[in-house]
């Protein structure tokens, strides 16, 4: 039993890595919040699996969240707010798609590396899984990087938080509150990203987040 | 006695592949078209078509060569010994240690570059620009290929194609998530190898956009049948490899008897009835990427399959 | 005395060089000197070869006096030297076979015939030497006698400039390895190999020659960013010396690099694979996409050649990673892919340059976009370079796909080496190598495609004839030579053996008393291949195809012009030429390697002048590494320039000033 539910922590945590490449390699906004939802629901999968092989039902709840918040609110909200601003077929990305791949590749070795040097003592695959978990928030930060568009990096830094939701709960006895904190707080943070969102395009009409750099005199 | 029914394993195995491949291709279109709510061709319409191109005449191009006449054969060849070598329905099989999984990879690709070259053998403009994009698509999914074997191997201990199906049966493989990473990556390749859709249209003609079609636009007759084929025979090898390596159960081991045999060609039958059913439900769902959009697809996979390889490299250490 | 027989008939060789400066361009001169030179490379061949499979034990260093006074000039042959020479020797005796024809088309005999048995004498002598000195000496020998071959026709401007460039960069690698040599000589001045190999050395000083050797054999070889002279400087030279230099001379440099780091240098650092292996996927990789982009069959020969050196280099690299870590089966196994790859790589290399010597007798075009057809034309010379291009892009049955299959082997291997460095790296290099070899079936298709298949392009290419039976004799043997080591890789393996034991300590297992003579690099069920049951198994099925198809199947044939979808077009313009082949990998690939970008000028309708495509492309490592070297000396030479204009008195000064300081520098040095 105990190889199984580490295989299939493991399997998991690999996925969400999976889908945040997949994330990266997707460039059209549908395509990127359909993904993003992917996403929430491999998340949610690996916390209930968590809760289920702890014993901790309480763990139960931040998986719900995650499922209902992230995987279905946020994206259909997204999704609303992408046909509102009319920009459901624009595709964005600085630089090609190869190089990015490539960047995220050497990102996941590096914190492969780091994770296993940093923690050996610990148990091995609860190592790859804090080490999936880095590599998830890196590839997170490298979307953020490479898009422009506002809405990709919104989905890019909720990404990043999906990351460290898995990180802790592969961590055994996380207070409970903290992780309905994390996971409200990302409400919060979407809720003002979103008013932000309008506001730019009302304001600049674009979300292309190089119109505000041309604005503040950087880019001519 | 026991290399008799070894033989008699292997001389099955030659002459099964063969007679199943155009059943493939059938089974799949028959089920596009149900998809599409077509009635769709009868499945033994390839078998038809094979046959009535072998009684055709060939027309050739009046510049044809040499080489135009003599590769259709040495494309079946090729195929059709990669093909005998890959476990379908028994591991062990008697020349199985020929090549491995490296060596098929390298066999199909002899196959594609006398398909490349004979593209542009007439010089004709559609010619020329199939063997252009196929070489381009080649050289990124040979290597995605080669990244994905190194995976499976990695794992397996093994480059041979019965040991890896042998290792592959044992519990203590379990989950992992390189096999994972190397399932979609195969899957990507094997698409773009067959000309299927997203990459290629297998149905297309006269259009700028055609890959494979381009290449055989010439021949006829049963040039073309040997060539269709070969194709037909690609298509199922690489289900085979799909199912011998990720769902190996049902394969009858070296030396098992009858009724093990006949369970697994069994299973075979039907591990290839749900991979075609698979790509046939993949083709409906999607339509057809632009030229240029392959490379990053097809780099999906390459990246894949180094990922794959690079976290085996990297747990390897405790 | 094997060394003595050796050496008899290199001196036999430069015999003959001064027999090319009397005949010169006499009737009949040409066939006297290649006949020669066949023979006495035969010879050498033969001693080698069984001084390799004999392997009797270590035979004492024949002392010259000549050379430095206190060493003298030493010779001897070791399993390593054996193997070279027979590399060498294979080459050039076919060399010599196909310019017994080809040189009857030479316009001026007497700049070639008293060179070629030099550079083949000087190849010769720097795989024999067995000491510093002399191996400098040979080396600088070998170099400046193919400059000579390469500016034999320097009528034309480009190959005074290649040869220019190429005396540059050897110079530049001669220094380097003078350099090394002085370090690992010592103050001592002990320049033998054997005390060489009997000192300690330093970690740092080991890496710094390390270095150094690199830079000096990689010029050589054609290591990127090295290789700038090469693709210039292979192709300017007449087509049989053109074999020679890419499939032979950058072996000898090969071997320059094993004998430094492998044999000399003793146990080697970690870091020292990575640096190998990473410039080797580097130039493998670089290497074949400037070979895809060129138009000129003999440059594009020449940058695979940069392809396949960067292929040996990742073998060599990985060996070291192994051999530092003290896994000597592992290391046997990359070592013998490398040199497996330096034998394929001199057989197939030396074929397909013939191959575009034949075209070039045949049509006087190396412009691959002003040819086409050749097939119908010459369909000798076509298959033999389709055989070729086969084992160039590693395909079952022939040899190139064996040692790419060991390589491959030995990459699996590695996960067992502790260093991060080299987890992290070697997986890379191995995605490079897959990537090469794909790329480079990607070149060949497109070099044999547009060359010899399609209709003719220009009116040579219409009247090309097929060329004569002595390079085509030169041409088979060397597609035999492919042949063989690709269905029986065991025996290569089995020669290999006692190089290999001498460098890493271990050999691979034997593999010629395998079954059915497969080869199995660790262990059965791990990986095996046979390329002699590939090759029956592929040859009875395309027999048994052809034989079912036409008993039961129509045998009735039409001709008819070409279908096209409806469309043909009778000019051959229509056909894809060799840039728009090339223009998808282009797109995919040079856009990051070569900063390609296209342009397309489309006049508004109405207009009547000729829409344009532009494409740019950009030589990176010229641009990065070169032009700012050559900004910095022309610079420093302006700055110096007023020195000329100095009087007597100052020139004096200047001397005087010198002298007094070099007495400070003796007085104060501890």
Same mark, same amino acid.
Request: charged share 30%; net charge positive.
């Given at each position: 039993m105990q190889p199984l539910a580490l295989d299939v922590a493991h399997m998991l945590a690999g996925g969400l890595v999976l889908v945040s490449f997949m994330l990266l390699y997707q460039d059209r906004m549908f395509g990127l919040l359909n993904i993003f939802a992917l996403h929430a629901v491999v998340l949610s999968l690996s916390i209930a699996w968590q809760a289920y092989v702890q014993n901790a039902p309480h763990l139960f709840i931040p998986g719900a969240i995650a499922l209902i918040l992230k995987g279905i609110i946020i994206p259909v909200a997204l999704h609303r707010v992408v046909v509102k601003l009319g920009i459901h077929r624009e595709i964005e990305t600085v630089g090609g798609i190869g190089p990015t791949m490539l960047a995220g590749i050497g990102l996941v070795a590096l914190s492969m590396v780091v994770m296993l040097r940093a923690t050996a003592a610990a148990d091995p695959l609860a190592r790859q899984d804090l080490a999936f978990a880095l590599s998830v928030i890196l590839l997170g930060l490298l979307m953020m990087v490479t898009r422009r568009n506002a809405v990709s990096q919104v989905v890019g830094f909720l990404s990043i938080e999906n990351g460290l939701i898995l990180a802790a709960t592969g961590a055994?006895?996380? @207070?409970l509150v903290v992780e309905i904190s994390v996971a409200f707080s990302v409400i919060v943070a979407f809720i003002v990203i979103g008013v932000f969102l309008f506001r730019i395009r009302e304001r600049f009409d674009t979300v292309d987040l190089q119109a505000l750099d041309e604005f503040r005199g950087e880019r001519q | 006695m026991a290399v008799i029914l070894d033989l008699a394993v292997q001389g099955a195995q030659m002459a099964l592949v063969l007679l199943l491949a155009p059943l493939l291709v059938g089974f799949i279109r028959r089920i596009k078209a149900r998809m599409l709510r077509r009635r769709g061709p009868p499945l033994l319409q390839p078998y038809r078509d094979l046959l009535r191109l072998c009684r055709k005449e060939v027309v050739l191009a009046e510049n044809a060569s040499w080489l135009f006449r003599t590769a259709p054969y040495m494309i079946f060849a090729a195929t059709w010994v990669a093909a005998a070598l890959v476990p379908t329905f028994a591991t062990g099989l008697h020349f199985s240690w020929t090549a491995d999984l490296i060596a098929i990879t390298a066999l199909l690709g002899s196959a594609r570059l006398f398909l490349a070259l004979v593209g542009m053998d007439v010089g004709t403009s559609f010619g020329g620009i199939g063997s252009s994009r196929e070489m381009m698509f080649s050289s990124i999914a040979e290597p995605a290929m080669i990244m994905i074997v190194f995976t499976i191997a990695l794992v397996a201990g093994s480059t041979q194609l019965s040991t890896i199906a042998d290792t592959m049966l044992t519990a203590d493989v379990g989950l992992r998530v390189s096999l994972g990473l190397a399932l979609v990556g195969l899957i990507i390749v094997a698409i773009a190898e067959n000309a299927r859709i997203p990459v290629d249209n297998p149905a297309t003609h006269l259009e700028l956009t055609m890959v494979h079609e381009a290449m055989v636009l010439e021949y006829s007759g049963r040039h073309l049948a040997v060539i269709e084929l070969a194709a037909a025979l690609k298509l199922l090898l690489y289900i085979s490899i799909i199912a011998c390596v990720f769902v190996p159960w049902g394969l009858a081991t070296n030396g098992s008897g009858i009724p093990a045999h006949a369970l697994g060609l069994a299973t075979y039958i039907c591990k290839l009835a749900v991979g075609g059913f698979l790509l046939a439900l993949f083709e409906t769902s999607i339509a057809k990427m632009r030229v240029f959009r392959v490379p990053e697809f097809l780099g999906a996979g390459l990246m894949l399959g180094l990922l794959g390889t690079l976290l085996l490299f990297v747990s390897r250490s405790f | 005395m094997a060394v003595g027989a050796v050496l008899t008939c290199v001196a036999a060789l430069l015999a003959l060089a001064g027999v090319g400066v009397i005949a010169q361009s006499r009737s009949g001169a040409s066939r006297l000197v290649y006949s020669a030179c066949l023979a006495l490379c035969g010879v050498i061949l033969a001693v080698a070869l069984s001084r390799l499979v004999a392997a009797p034990g270590p035979e004492p260093a024949l002392t010259l006096p000549v050379g430095l006074p206190w060493i003298g000039a030493r010779f001897r042959i070791d399993a390593l030297t054996a193997f070279f020479l027979a590399v060498i020797n294979f080459g050039a005796a076919a060399a010599s076979l196909y310019a017994l024809g080809y040189g009857e088309h030479e316009e001026h005999p007497g700049r070639v015939l008293p060179f070629y048995p030099a550079f083949l004498a000087g190849m010769n002598l720097v795989v024999l030497a067995d000491d510093a000195f002399s191996f400098l000496v040979a080396w600088e020998f070998m170099s400046l006698a193919s400059w000579a071959l390469v500016v034999a026709h320097h009528r034309e401007a480009d190959n005074v400039r290649a040869g220019y460039i190429y005396l540059l960069m050897a110079s530049f690698g001669t220094l380097m390895l003078l350099l090394a040599f002085g370090l690992l000589a010592g103050p001592a001045g002990s320049y033998a190999f054997g005390d060489i190999r009997a000192a300690e050395h330093a970690e740092w000083l080991a890496g710094l020659v390390l270095l150094l050797a690199l830079v000096g054999t990689g010029s050589k070889a054609g290591l990127v960013p090295l290789h700038v002279w090469l693709p210039l400087a292979h192709p300017a030279a007449p087509s049989h010396v053109s074999a020679l230099m890419s499939g032979v001379m950058t072996k000898v440099a090969v071997y320059g690099f094993v004998r430094i780091t492998f044999d000399l240098l003793g146990t080697p650092s970690w870091w020292w694979g990575l640096a190998v292996l990473g410039l080797g996927s580097l130039t493998a990789v670089l290497g074949v996409l400037y070979a895809l982009m060129q138009r000129d069959l003999k440059r594009l020969l020449a940058y695979s050649t940069v392809e396949n050196v960067g292929i040996i280099f990742i073998g060599l690299g990985l060996a070291l990673a192994f051999k530092a870590s003290g896994l000597a089966a592992p290391a046997a196994l990359a070592l013998t892919a490398a040199l497996f790859h330096v034998l394929n790589h001199s057989f197939f290399k030396s074929l397909l340059f013939f191959g575009a010597g034949a075209v070039l007798t045949s049509t006087?075009?190396?412009?691959?976009?002003?040819?086409?057809?050749l097939i119908r034309r010459m369909p000798q010379v076509a298959f033999l370079f389709l055989g070729g291009c086969l084992a160039i892009s590693a395909l079952p049955p022939l040899n190139g796909f064996v040692s790419e299959w060991l390589l491959f082997q030995a990459i699996l291997l590695s996960p067992d080496l502790p260093q991060w460095g080299l987890k992290l790296t070697i997986p890379a290099a191995g995605a490079m190598l897959a990537l090469a070899a794909a790329l480079s079936a990607a070149c060949f298709v497109r070099a044999f495609g547009i060359t010899f298949l399609?209709? @003719?392009?220009?009116m040579e290419a219409q009247a090309a004839v097929e060329t004569d039976p002595l390079s085509r004799a030169g041409m088979f043997l060397l597609l035999a030579a492919c042949l063989v080591a690709g269905i029986l890789p065991g025996v290569v393996i089995d020669a290999i053996a006692p190089v290999v034991e001498a460098q890493v300590g271990l050999k691979m @297992? @034997?593999?010629?008393?395998?079954a059915w003579l497969s080869i199995i690099p660790i262990a059965e069920s791990r990986s095996s291949y046979n390329g002699l049951l590939v090759f029956s198994f592929i040859v009875f099925s395309t027999l048994l195809a052809v034989e079912v198809i036409h008993r039961f199947a129509s045998r009735a044939l039409r001709r008819a012009a070409p279908w096209d979808c409806g469309y043909p077009q009778p000019s051959p313009v229509t056909q894809y030429t060799a840039d728009s082949f090339a223009q998808p990998i282009r797109r995919v690939f040079g856009e990051i390697a070569f900063l390609a970008r296209e342009r397309v000028e489309m006049p508004p309708p109405g207009d009547a002048r000729p829409a344009r495509l532009e494409v740019r492309m950009h030589d990176l490592v010229w641009q990065v590494l070169y032009a700012p070297i050559q900004g910095w000396i022309q610079l420093g030479a302006e700055k110096l320039n007023h020195l000329q204009f100095l009087t007597i008195r100052r020139y004096l000064s200047l001397v005087f000033l010198a002298l007094v300081a070099l007495l400070l520098m003796v007085a104060i040095w501890p």
């Open positions: 055994k006895g996380m @207070p | - | 006087g075009e190396r412009d691959i976009e002003k040819l086409g057809g399609g209709r @003719p392009r220009s @297992p @034997p593999q010629t008393s395998n």
